[in-house]
T-cell receptor
Framework: SQTIHQWPATLVQPVGSPLSLECTVEGTSNPNLYWYRQAAGRGLQLLFYSVGIGQISSEVPQNLSASRPQDRQFILSSKKLLLSDSGFYLC?????????FGEGSRLTVL | AQSVAQPEDQVNVAEGNPLTVKCTYS??????LFWYVQYPNRGLQFLLKYITGDNLVKGSYGFEAEFNKSQTSFHLKKPSALVSDSALYFCAVRDGGSARQLTFGSGTQLTVLP
């Protein structure tokens, strides 16, 4: 069966520090991969999606970037975090219609 | 363009009563519609989807949803609510013919009162 892993689950970072969140999917091949951010426990904002290795589409201009170095690995990064980057980050995958989500990474920027 | 609206931020229902969480959508092509549930500090869990076929879709945990093309709605329902159903519910839509990503509603907080 397919599984998705996100880490770290929680992190607290100072303003201006770098960020790396990692997501891996097991049990499937060539998935579409997505990064969402959820602020204040509500709406989901699509940040990036990828249909293949090295192929990244950005939905909003911001302080973040994404990379897909392997078929089932999706990384969210920042060189210098801002206070506004705080939130709950969710990775998701699909090979069909519905998305399947990881358990999320909660980022607090101080 | 695709969009989805959840008109209620909060729905309260007594345990054992039927529940409805509302969703309306807008797409230019054929709608693919989804419901997800989120418990505190967890990821979203898939409940059910409508792609084509029967307008009444059954999903996990006794939930069902009815696709209504004329009203562009996809309301989530359950005949008898449980306290454990209390959570945040998201409706999502994708333009089946062209879009690669889902658009999510703003979420509805369901509280089932004992």
């Amino acid at each position: 069966s397919q599984t998705i892993h996100q880490w770290p689950a929680t992190l607290v970072q100072p303003v201006g520090s770098p960020l790396s969140l990692e997501c891996t999917v097991e049990g499937t091949s060539n998935p579409n991969l997505y990064w969402y951010r959820q602020a204040a426990g509500r709406g989901l904002q699509l940040l990036f999606y990828s249909v293949g290795i090295g192929q990244i589409s950005s939905e909003v201009p911001q302080n973040l970037s994404a990379s897909r170095p392997q078929d089932r690995q999706f990384i969210l990064s920042s060189k210098k975090l801002l206070l506004s980057d705080s939130g709950f980050y969710l990775c998701a995958w699909t090979t069909g219609a519905e998305l399947f989500f990881g358990e999320g990474s909660r980022l607090t920027v101080l | 363009a695709q969009s989805v609206a959840q008109p209620e931020d909060q729905v309260n229902v007594a345990e054992g009563n039927p529940l409805t969480v509302k969703c309306t959508y807008s797409v230019s092509g054929n709608p693919y519609l989804f419901w997800y549930v989120q418990y505190p500090n967890r990821g979203l869990q898939f409940l059910l989807k409508y792609i084509t076929g029967d307008n009444l879709v059954k999903g996990s945990y006794g939930f069902e949803a009815e696709f209504n093309k004329s009203q562009t709605s996809f309301h989530l329902k359950k005949p008898s609510a449980l306290v454990s159903d209390s959570a945040l519910y998201f409706c999502a839509v994708r333009d089946g013919g062209s879009a690669r990503q889902l658009t999510f509603g703003s979420g509805t907080q369901l509280t089932v009162l004992p």
